[in-house]
């Protein structure tokens, strides 16, 4: 669990940097995949999920 939270960490700020400086490329997708598959096995995935269930909901009723 604890290498799991450090690499969300590493790749958030990695990820973080490179969208500030607009690069774009195969490693940006790359840094974005491996955020994304290292948040969804912490305890924020459920977070994560209902949070973007409650936008999708909240857009529905516009």
Known sequence: MAV???LVAL??????FLLRS?????GS???AVM???YLASTGAADVV??????VVGALGKI
């Open 29 to 31: 997708a790359f840094v």
């Open 11 to 16: 790749f958030g700020l990695v990820l973080f």
């Open 22 to 26: 607009n690069t774009l490329g195969y």
């Open 4 to 6: 799991t939270v450090s």
């Open 49 to 54: 999920t209902e949070m973007t269930a409650a």
């Open 35 to 37: 955020f994304g598959f």
